[in-house]
């Protein structure tokens, strides 16, 4: 509603603007309290092996679940916890949770764990994944981190120094989103990351009239393998689009095709957990012909 100034003008947007800082203060009160009242879970969305059909890993995504407003999307509070730096305890909890959970599962299987800029900020990053790993006894080598481009762009003297020291323990470090950012090749050569993620926008377009993104992917397929590295689709959500990654030679897709993120228990009995060491397929995995 407009007010009037008292001098003949009217200020429309004063009101709006207002209402959504209270509703980014309420949502930043919330959070502070979601920690501590157990309102964070995690979801687990498997990522395939293309040749073999099996379970490489899970990777962990966030979810909340807010007592009024049900469930919240990471990208509605992700942003907020990262500009307000509580993503710095939530990603520690994620961490400590992520590594515990894959710690019940068969030994091949990797986790993968997104982190955000403001967690290389925080100095205490190598710290809490050493902590996360020694928690849960399982060897750096299961763990998997997920940075963007974006991130490793903006704090790149911070980001470079943590990743390369917890590589060095053995930890992979997966690139996520690939293609949306603005990185150059050369930037890239230096980094020390394993695994290439590309953005479901390119795997979207695969089967559009233009050629251009089945290109894209085939030069980030080349590209990865020229510096060893291997390659993830994400968002994969039919057959049509698999064939054509498995053509181009991608390493493993992740996608709706194959599962949604699930919760723990159902994960658990995906994978076996703490019985059968190989991954049980359990819909949707078409047959080899
Ligand atoms: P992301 O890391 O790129 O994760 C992939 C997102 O795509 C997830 O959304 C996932 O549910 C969704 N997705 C997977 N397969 C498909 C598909 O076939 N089709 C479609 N349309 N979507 C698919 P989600 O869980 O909403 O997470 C969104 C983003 O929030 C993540 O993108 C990640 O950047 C961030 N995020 C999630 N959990 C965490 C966390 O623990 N820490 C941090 N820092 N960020 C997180
Ligand atoms: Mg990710
Ligand atoms: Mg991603
Ligand atoms: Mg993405």
Redesign the pocket.
Known sequence: RAKSSGRGTFHFFEPELDQRMHARRNLERDMRHALVSGEFE??Y?PFVDLKSGDISGL?????WHHPQRGLV???EF?PLA?ETGL?VP??EW?LRTACAEAAKWPADLKIA????PA?FRSKELVPVVFGALAASGIGAQRLEL?V?ETAIMHDSEAVFAALGQLHKLGVRIAL??FGTGYSSLSFLQKFPFDKI?ID?SFVNELLSAKEDSRLIARAVVKFAVSLGKTTTA????TKEQLDILREEACTEM????FS??KCSAEIAQMVGAEAVSAPVVTRDWPAED
């Open positions: 995690l979801h969305q990777e962990a995504l966030l979810r999307s990471p990208a992700i990262e993503i939530i990603g994620v764990v997104n982190l955000s967690q997920e963007t996520d989103d993620k479901r994400e968002g994969v959500e992740q996608g709706y095709y949604r993120p």
